[in-house]
């Protein structure tokens, strides 16, 4: 089954200790994104990456990582955990380039105190 | 800079009714434009992605248009079911890239029996 898949989908977490959310597709998709989704503001893009060794910011990127060494795995990690992190997070690929339909993953939800 | 706006944020029918969601994005250089459907919870799905040369895509009872002179995009759903109840989204590239979309903060629909 075509998928992207997270984990863990639920996390509880405290301030400072680093954490790792994984995302792996299996659609040999180049395209992969992060975003996080809060109350109120909507879906916000974290990183993106165009394709393996290729990554750039997306609009919250502060406080987050990532890194693309394999086509289908793109994780994201918080080096230092702060609570404004906390929130829920998706990551989601494409066949080319963002533009593209997207396709998510369930969704991890990070709680950070 | 790409904003998109959605217009109710909540809305509550009838089931069998037919309605209309709408979508307003204020670049109209796009080349497409997407609507998603997400349950409670759960990941976004990609519902249909209308290209700039479209005016309408249409999925069994799912229309979606796009005037792109006018800065809006509609989502018509037919005789509505409670299985239609989630919210819907909608998104558009951000302005000059093909790498990164805005979306809005989305319509929650009930469909009431």
């Known amino acids: 089954e075509a998928q992207v898949t997270q984990n863990p989908r639920y996390l509880i977490t405290v301030t400072g200790k680093k954490l790792t959310v994984t995302c792996s597709q299996n659609?040999?998709?180049?395209?992969m994104s992060w975003y996080r989704q809060d109350p109120g503001l909507g879906l916000r893009q974290i990183y993106y990456?165009?394709?393996?060794?290729?990554?750039d910011k997306g609009d919250v990127p502060e406080g987050y990582k990532v890194s693309r060494k394999e086509k289908r795995n793109f994780p994201l990690i918080l080096e230092s955990p702060s609570p404004n992190q906390t929130s829920l997070y998706f990551c989601?690929?494409?066949?080319?380039?963002?533009?593209?339909?997207?396709?998510f993953g369930p969704g991890t939800r990070l709680t950070v105190l | 800079k790409q904003e998109v706006t959605q217009i109710p944020a909540a809305l509550s029918v009838p089931e069998g009714e037919n309605l209309v969601l709408n979508c307003s994005f204020t670049?109209?250089?796009?080349?497409?434009l997407q609507w998603f459907r997400q349950d409670p919870g759960k990941g976004l799905t990609s519902l249909l992605l209308?290209?700039?040369?479209?005016r309408e895509q249409t999925s069994g009872r799912l229309n979606a248009s796009l005037d792109k002179s006018s800065g809006r995009s509609t989502l018509y759903i037919a005789a509505s079911q409670p299985g239609d109840s989630a919210t819907y989204l909608c998104?558009?590239?951000?302005?000059?890239?093909?790498?990164?979309?805005?979306f809005g903060t989305g319509t929650r629909l009930q469909v009431t029996l």
């Open positions: 659609m040999n998709h180049e395209y």
């Open positions: 209308i290209q700039s040369s479209q």
């Open positions: 989601a690929s494409s066949p080319l380039q963002g533009t593209d339909t997207q396709y």
């Open positions: 670049d109209s250089a796009i080349y497409n």
């Open positions: 990456s165009m394709n393996v060794e290729v990554t």
């Open positions: 998104a558009a590239p951000v302005t000059g890239t093909a790498s990164k979309l805005t």
